[in-house]
C-alpha cells in the first residue's frame, strides 16, 4: 500500500483544522451516526468491489487560529467490516487478509498537517493496519466548523461541530502484511460529522 491520500476515520477529519474562524480551539468527537468509512478494490481487474468500517472512533483537537498544530486520532473496529455478503466479510476478516482477533484495530495517528487550501488540507500520519505502521497522506476538505445547522430544531445538534470529507490510495496492500495477492490500489473514502465535547 502506498501512502494513503485521504480520505477515516479514518480521517479527512483533520480537514476541519483549515479553516480560520471565531470558534475556540475545541476537541471534537465523531458521531457514530454520521460517520463513513468507505473502501473499494479491483477485483483481478473484472470489477470494482467495495465494503466498509462501521464503527470508527475518532478524536479532533482544533484550534482555528492554528490548524497546522491541530491532532487527529482514528480507531476502527476491524471486525466492523461489512460487504453486504456474509461468506466475503468471513473472508476478509480471516487470516488471509486482517486477521481481526488477533488485530482488532485499525489506527491512524496525525503527526503533521499542511494546509493546501482554503478549505483542504494534508494530513500526514501514521496509520497502522495488521500490526504493521506506515506513514500516509490523507486529502481532506473541511465541509463545516461551527454552529450545526439543525442546532436550532434538535437538542442533539445544539452546540459546535466539525464535518470533512476526506479520501486516499493505497497502492500496496500487501505491505501491510494483508492477503497473499495484488487486487490493485485500494481507495479509501470517508465523511465524518464530530461534535464537541463539552
Excluded at 58 to 81: F, K, M, Q, R, W
Excluded at 175 to 186: A, D, K, N, R
Aim: proline share 5%.
Amino acid at each position: 500500500m502506498r501512502n494513503l491520500k485521504t480520505v477515516l476515520p479514518f480521517a479527512a477529519i483533520t480537514a476541519a483544522c483549515l479553516v480560520a474562524t471565531p470558534i475556540a480551539a475545541k476537541t471534537y468527537k465523531t458521531d457514530q451516526g454520521h460517520t463513513e468509512v468507505k473502501f473499494s478494490w479491483s477485483h483481478a481487474g473484472v470489477s470494482v468491489q467495495s465494503a466498509e468500517f462501521t464503527v470508527a472512533d475518532g478524536t479532533l483537537d482544533l484550534d482555528p487560529e492554528n490548524p497546522e498544530a491541530a491532532s487527529l486520532n482514528v480507531t476502527i473496529a476491524a471486525n466492523s467490516l461489512s460487504s453486504g455478503f456474509g461468506p466475503l466479510d468471513d473472508h476478509l476478516k480471516s487470516a488471509d487478509f486482517l486477521e481481526v482477533e488477533t488485530y482488532p484495530e485499525i489506527t491512524f495517528a496525525s503527526t503533521s498537517i499542511e494546509r493546501t487550501g482554503e478549505n483542504t488540507a494534508n494530513i500526514t500520519g501514521d496509520l497502522t493496519i495488521h500490526g504493521t505502521t506506515q506513514p500516509v497522506t490523507l486529502e481532506a476538505t473541511l465541509t463545516h466548523l461551527g454552529e450545526h445547522p439543525l442546532g436550532g430544531a434538535i437538542e442533539y445538534y445544539k452546540g459546535d461541530w466539525a464535518a470533512f470529507a476526506a479520501s486516499t490510495v493505497i497502492e500496496d496492500h500487501m505491505s501491510y502484511g494483508v492477503g497473499g495477492f495484488s487486487t490493485g490500489p485500494i481507495t479509501i473514502n470517508i465523511v465524518t460529522e464530530m461534535k464537541a465535547t463539552e
